[in-house]
């Protein structure tokens, strides 16, 4: 029988908030009451110092490390199922898929830990944290919960409900001193996970909803939500919030909610049976905003909502994201969706369908589509690098009328070179991890294959136009293999923060509260620093 894995994420080490009230993705019974309530949070000492930032701007990466953490240690995660750790092709492609995601930022990972920190009266005070090392790596790991089933499944339930359901889930949580939601906000401009703690109303149909917000360090921010207009507001760039000209607003559509219970029943999306994804979940990240997919229930793209009822969705990941900055998509759809990209530029789409991994690395084409069924992934555009992975297995290749199919036990590569030539070859148990390479990349070959035959050791097939084969072994590791590929430039991660203030000018630099007493911060925003009742005291790994 096989077995699905649980995650263990958290930057402390322990799924505490297992047994914790954390909400509920049913919603909320609760009837607001215009009475102002706080969870006890306060951004300092609870949220971090140190301001959101981009990957390009930590020397850390998401690792084999980190997916044992999250998965545990088993073949389907690592090669053979012992330490140090060689990442399976599928769980290398998670970590590549989360690496890519994080470009822009962390919003998530901040949100999520300083909440389980906060629930869990972890030790010392999140504020007297620094971004290094395993702080770090675990702002990354709670990032990537966002790309589970089981998240994916609540926040979209939690996006369908209306801004008095959302607060009144807010206001039923915060009463029992819990924070039990993160929240996503969102804009033509990209996605942001806050975390709120706190309800102010300003009148009968206006209420405050009290954030720590990663941007923002120690700083008293908030949504504004007029329940009466059915809209929101907030400040996401804007250094006063409370005069924002380039604030975001939106519907209860532009809204979400996650319950951190959810995040605590996650699966491995790659492990087993595959019964962590019943969803093909992709990210996209583009130059340009002018891709689309096409699904047999229509044409989905940046801004253009899904049709109801139609299980598929595209959100901005939640990695906040700028108007002048490249923003990364997720796209969700059902498993049994056969999906057609146009790809007009500049771009890399990573992720999971129920049974393989997959990848699409282009340049940019309006001429070719790639298309993506559950086992299968197949391009006519021969610039188009495909990668699928499936278990131990992993191919990728470019050509004319390119495809990569498994079947369970091998995955089969099919294309037709520049000069006209068939290629056939199956990827099985004894080459394991091979590229097939075409074009300009065959180095003046027709085409090259390139195997996988050891640790930095590659044997290199070179084809030429008559069918002379030469072969030597060189030194390196497939991308297929790895756990971070780098992007393009023209989606690079930025070392800064588009549309922002320097990072280390945003950062807090007060002192830190006591716990236990009132917080304060850099404007003078108080609150009770009182943890819950009944919350384990946790301590941060060495």
Request: glycine residues 10%; aromatic residues 6%.
């Amino acid at each position: 029988m096989k077995t699905t894995y649980r995650i263990g994420v958290f930057a402390i080490g322990a799924l505490l908030m297992a047994s914790c009230g954390g909400g509920s993705s049913s919603g909320s019974s609760a009837k607001l009451t215009n009475t102002d309530v706080s969870a006890g949070l306060n951004v300092n000492p609870h949220g971090f110092a140190f301001a959101n930032f981009t990957a390009a701007s930590s020397p850390e990466e998401f690792n084999a490390d980190d997916v044992v953490k999250m998965f545990g240690l088993s073949k389907d995660v690592c090669v053979g199922g012992t330490t140090p750790c060689t990442l399976t092709p599928e769980a290398a492609a998670f970590a590549r898929m989360v690496n890519e995601s994080r470009a822009s930022g962390h919003c998530e990972g901040f949100a999520v830990t300083a909440e389980e920190r906060f629930s869990a009266a972890a030790e010392p005070s999140t504020v007297t944290l620094k971004n290094e090392g395993q702080i770090t790596h675990g702002l990354m790991r709670t990032f990537a919960t966002q790309f589970l089933k089981e998240v994916v499944a609540d926040t979209e339930q939690w996006a369908g409900k209306s801004l008095k359901e959302k607060v009144a889930a807010l206001q039923e949580s915060f009463a029992k001193k819990e924070v039990g939601y993160s929240l996503g906000v969102y804009s033509s401009h990209g996605g942001h996970a806050i975390l709120p703690y706190a309800l102010e109303w300003v009148n009968k149909d206006v209420v405050k909803i009290k954030i720590y917000d990663s941007n923002w360090p120690g700083k008293d921010r908030y949504v504004t939500v007029d329940l009466k207009a059915d809209k929101w507001t907030f400040a996401y760039s804007g250094q006063d919030p409370a005069n924002d000209p380039e604030a975001w607003t939106g519907g209860a559509a532009d809204m979400d909610m996650t319950s951190m219970a959810a995040r605590t029943t996650g699966t491995c999306p790659f492990c087993s049976d595959k019964s962590g994804v019943e969803k093909t979940i992709l990210v996209v990240r583009s130059a340009d905003d002018n891709w689309s997919v096409k699904t047999k229930n229509g044409v989905l793209s940046p801004g253009k909502n899904a049709p109801k009822g139609s299980g598929m969705s595209v959100r901005p990941a939640r990695s906040a994201a700028s108007g002048s900055g490249v923003t990364s998509y997720m796209v969700t759809v059902p498993s049994t969706e056969k999906l057609s990209f146009t790809l007009p530029s500049t771009t890399r789409v990573t992720g999971f369908t129920s049974t393989a991994a997959v990848q699409i690395d282009t340049d940019g084409s309006t001429d070719g589509t790639v298309d993506i069924t559950d086992t299968s992934i197949s391009s006519s555009d021969p610039n188009a690098v495909l990668t699928l992975a499936d278990g131990n297995l992993v191919a990728s290749s470019n050509g004319v009328d390119n495809s990569i199919t498994t079947n369970g036990d091998a995955l089969a590569v099919e294309l037709t070179t520049d000069s006209g030539k068939a290629v056939s070859l199956d990827v099985n148990s004894e080459t394991p991890a091979v590229e097939v390479r075409t074009g300009e990349s065959a180095g003046g070959s027709d085409y090259q294959v390139l195997a996988q035959t050891g640790d930095n050791t590659i044997e290199q097939k070179s084809v030429d136009a008559s069918g002379k084969e030469t072969t030597k072994t060189i030194e390196g590791q497939l991308d297929n293999t790895t756990s971070n590929q780098a992007l393009p430039d023209a989606i690079g991660s930025p070392k800064e923060k588009p549309g922002f203030i320097p990072a280390a000018e945003r950062a807090f630099t007060g002192a830190p509260a006591a716990e236990g007493s009132a917080g304060t911060s850099t404007n003078g925003a108080t609150g009770s620093a009182v943890a819950p009742a009944l919350r384990p005291t946790a301590t941060v790994p060495k």
